[in-house]
């Protein structure tokens, strides 16, 4: 069999299995988003394909294509995304009082991590035969996947809430998407983009729901491992902000499969970082009582009231023995003006909440002052120059003159 390493599409809540070729996203035993589906692998298959001379030197994502849900004949559609910089931070580091690193998957061809999932999906899609692609986006994966329709030749029809930045709608656009705008909120505009889905038979990108998205995510998951094992140390913490919840559970997977595997000696524990108004996640993770959805936040690519992989973003924390935080959004732009202050490196606020609970986990416990940190920035600020502008005020205007510059700085 072409794609003989995957064995099946195995259910979270109750363990049915599937044909991983059937055309299916959710286990039909459930109703609604809880019948998340994992995608389960022979490992020694894998093993035996995989080169496991870890030298650090990723030139993509396709690195580790023995561990892709793709069939050996589909021509992979690929934009370059993964093989991101893993940074050492010694400005953060004397700044946070630990020792930080910053893997920068902001690099990434559209500039978001999402982009690892996006390829697979569209490979996926082409060697489907699929003419039409689909997905809800507060505007990451809308510009993701739009971009890598435009690669393949594929239509891309992509569904928004209506306040997702501006910034991050024209992507789309500029990769001929159709983008509809809906009057409300993700959760809804995902609703619809399922509806759409089950109405036409359009192919849905949707990590959420679509279980080999979090498949092409888990490779940030194998760099780490193999980046931080050539560095010679696995770190004690990576930290990722959490949306949805399939971005840190995919990371985990890959984190894990290499330490199963033997290539790595061990895994680092998972600090899950959620905004306050938008903390499913991290309630159901601490046994919070369920309140109403609600997510409000300007960190738009984590406002999710409703997410669909709490099982799996949970049981990743679990696993690795971490923890799940919330804060602020002035947090949170403080931590944006902070990482790109410290460093040089532009993240949007997704990517600013992971460094925000990085200092609450310092200040209030469990990161320890002799541990070692990777704070992952999932996109690039240049998407949402708005909250930048929240964070950090105007510019400082003044005449053609020196005289006005002696005044600022001559003392």
Known sequence: MAMDHVEALECTVCGETYDPDAPIYTCPNHDGVTGILEVVYDYDLIDERFDADLDGHIESQWKYEAFLPVDEEAEIVTLGEGGTDLFEAPNLSAELGVETL????????????????????????????????????????????????????????????????????????????????????????????????????????????????????????????????????????????????????????????????????????????????????????????????????????????????????VRALKESEGTAVRVSDQEILEAEVLLGSTEGIYTEPAGGTALAGVKAAIADGPIEPDETVVVVSTGFGLKDTESARRATGEVTRIEPSIEEVNALYRE
């Open 102 to 313: 910053v893997k920068d998957d902001g690099r990434n061809p559209t500039g978001c991590l999402k982009d690892r999932a996006t390829s697979v999906a569209v490979t996926k899609a082409v060697h489907a035969d699929q003419d039409v692609l689909t997905c809800a986006s507060t505007g990451n994966a809308a510009a993701s996947l739009a971009g890598y329709a435009a690669r393949a030749g594929l239509e891309a029809r992509i569904f928004v809430p209506e306040d997702a930045p501006a910034g991050k709608l024209a992507q789309p656009l500029v990769y001929g998407a159709d983008v509809l705008a809906v009057e409300g909120s993700y959760d809804e505009a995902y609703d619809l983009s399922v509806a759409v889905t089950e109405a036409y038979g359009w192919y849905n990108r949707n990590a959420a729901i679509n279980p080999f998205q979090v498949e092409g995510k888990r490779t940030v998951g194998h760099e780490l491992a193999e980046q931080l094992h050539v560095r010679g140390e696995m770190a004690d913490w990576v930290a990722f902000s959490m949306g949805d919840g399939c971005t840190i559970a995919g990371a985990w997977k890959g984190l894990k499969e290499f330490a199963d595997l033997g290539y790595v000696e061990d895994t680092p524990k998972l600090l899950g970082v959620q905004a306050t108004g938008a903390a499913a996640i991290h309630d159901a993770f601490h046994d919070l009582p369920e309140g109403e959805p609600v997510a409000e936040t300007l960190a738009d690519s984590i406002a999710v009231g409703r997410p669909r992989n709490t099982v799996k973003a």
